[in-house]
């Protein structure tokens, strides 16, 4: 019904969405992970990946191990079965071979962890504050400082600006490229998640608490991510718009919005945008 009411044009444009490589954004029936922009959304695909080979095999071998026992020991061709039990050397093999696996897994797992854990000397500090239902963003600095509030459009801005549905703010934050970034999460009422899919990066915002996250992205672009703990009823409504750019077009960002956006020098004044 899909293609005989929107024609071949439209089942051709699936297609191409279906193959081309995907942008900064989900695509329709996607089948793997969003495309890694930061060494640590690398590291997370090639253990998925690993991870991958090593059900597929396991998968098969039990499959295989099943088909075998069904049609070999079937009644019709084993009508009198074999009482024999215990067998010591099947028992160890089946217990050690998947510790082996486990150990083989675990390693890189916790590289990975490690890797995730283990801030590099950052260039660039955001602290995103998680409030019912939007994202604050402070970017400290020592001469000024700022703060913003950053809300999803509705669905009729997001036509209106060109961004996606429910993935579009009013004001994104920018980042420079190639450039390690801190992000510091907390709530200020419930718990909330800042979640950057690209960037490998799903950190909890909890209140009264300062959690620590990282990313470096390898390349410019638009990037979305939303909350991803369960907020409240407008949970699916605040996501996060950030631009990854050139070192010169952040200074500028940077510069345009210090005179934007309220100063910090009042911890008591904070203004949203316009
Ligand atoms: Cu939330």
Redesign the pocket.
């Known amino acids: 019904m899909f293609l005989r009411k929107s024609g071949i044009g439209a089942a051709v444009a699936a297609l191409l969405a279906f193959s081309a490589p995907a942008m900064a954004l989900p695509y329709n029936f996607e089948m793997g992970l969003q495309p890694a922009a930061s060494p640590v959304m690398e590291g997370i695909e090639d253990f998925h990946r690993l991870l991958l080979y090593i059900i597929v095999a396991v998968c098969l071998f039990v499959l295989a191990l099943l088909v075998w026992i069904v049609v070999k020991y079937r009644a019709g061709a084993n009508a009198v079965p074999s009482k024999v039990h215990h067998n010591t050397l099947l028992e160890v093999a089946w217990t050690l071979i998947p510790v082996i696996i486990l150990v083989f897994i675990a390693v890189p797992s916790f590289r990975l962890l490690y890797f995730e854990a283990i801030i590099p000397t950052p260039d660039v500090h955001i602290k995103a504050i998680?409030k019912?239902?939007f994202w604050t963003y402070e970017y400290p600095g020592s001469a000024a400082g700022f703060t913003f509030d950053s809300l999803g459009l509705s669905d009729a801005d997001n036509v209106k600006a060109g961004k996606p549905r429910l993935l579009g703010t009013d004001n994104a934050i920018y980042v420079p490229v190639n450039k390690v970034v801190e992000v510091e999460t907390t709530g200020a009422d419930?718990?909330?998640?800042w979640a950057m899919p690209q960037m490998g990066v799903k950190m909890d915002?909890v209140p009264g608490r300062l959690n620590h996250t990282w990313f470096k992205a390898n390349q410019t672009g638009v990037f979305y991510g939303q909350?991803?703990?369960?907020?409240?009823a407008k949970?699916a409504y605040?996501p996060i718009e950030l631009h990854v750019v050139s070192d010169a077009d952040y200074a500028a960002w940077l510069a345009a919005s210090k005179k934007k956006f309220a100063a910090l020098e009042n911890d008591a004044t904070r203004v949203a945008s316009k």
């Open positions: 998680g019912q239902w419930v718990i909330h998640s915002a909350c991803s703990e369960l907020c409240g949970h605040m």
